[in-house]
């Protein structure tokens, strides 16, 4: 079983769709959990941390669950450019350093 | 403030030959961390180094790769004897703290390496 795994995707919805997208892991010692965002294999680039309490940036709202080991990351009306893959991303201290561990990604394609 | 610098952007290496790649963190970066990440598949963890040290490579595979931060100058992951399977995009990251709660990773534009 992978660390993290993500919905495999693709994701198509139309502008102005809600997507909700999951991501589960399984060191239940993970500590710190992000969004990211990548396009066309390009650099990720974060997109929001997500916190206990969850957290909402604009149209992202972001939701962590400890109990059930898992993220979620929730679109709002989206847009064309909110199409890329987005990553997952877990971190957790081991003895010596923080080390984050990344979901395959799902992939979203929001079409006109 | 320059982000995360990464050269060459391409790179196109035959079979056998040496790679290097290159990675200037952002200024007041210390943490400096590889990811690669293979055609159609996520990134995964290779390598997390400090200035002068490697605190944790246990993603890096045994024999052909190693990595380093000096003292002075940028990281370097360097891939000896390439095979057609390291062809990927390497992605350099950077952090100011060691400890990734509180400092999201800032990653470079990658390197992608062409094995022919």
């Known amino acids: 079983r992978k660390e993290v795994e993500q919905d495999p995707g693709p994701f198509n919805v139309p502008e102005g769709a809600t997507v909700a997208f999951n991501c589960t892991y399984s060191?239940?010692?993970?500590?710190?959990f992000f969004w990211y965002r990548q396009d066309c294999r390009k650099e990720p680039k974060l997109l929001m941390s997500?916190?206990?309490s969850g957290n909402e940036d604009g149209r992202f709202t972001a939701q962590l669950n400890r109990a059930s080991q898992y993220i979620s990351l929730l679109i709002r009306d989206s847009k064309l450019s909110d199409s890329a893959t987005y990553l997952c991303v877990v971190s957790a201290l081991n003895t010596n350093a923080g080390k984050s561990t990344f979901g395959d990604g799902t992939t979203l394609t929001v079409k006109p | 403030n320059a982000g995360v610098m990464q050269n060459p952007r391409h790179l196109v290496r035959r079979r056998g030959q040496e790679a290097r790649l290159r990675c200037s963190p952002m200024?007041?970066?210390?943490?400096v961390y590889w990811y690669r990440q293979l055609p159609e598949e996520g990134l995964k963890f290779m390598v997390y180094l400090q200035k002068e040290n490697i605190i944790d490579e246990s993603g890096m595979p045994k024999e052909r790769f190693s990595a380093e931060f000096p003292k002075e100058g940028p990281s370097i992951l360097r891939i000896q004897q390439v095979v057609r399977g390291d062809s990927a995009a390497y992605f350099c990251a950077s952090s100011p703290k060691g400890t990734i709660a509180d400092s999201p990773l800032h990653f470079g534009n990658g390197t992608r390496l062409t094995v022919t």
């Open positions: 200024k007041g970066h210390s943490h």
């Open positions: 997500v916190y206990s």
């Open positions: 060191n239940s010692a993970s500590q710190s």
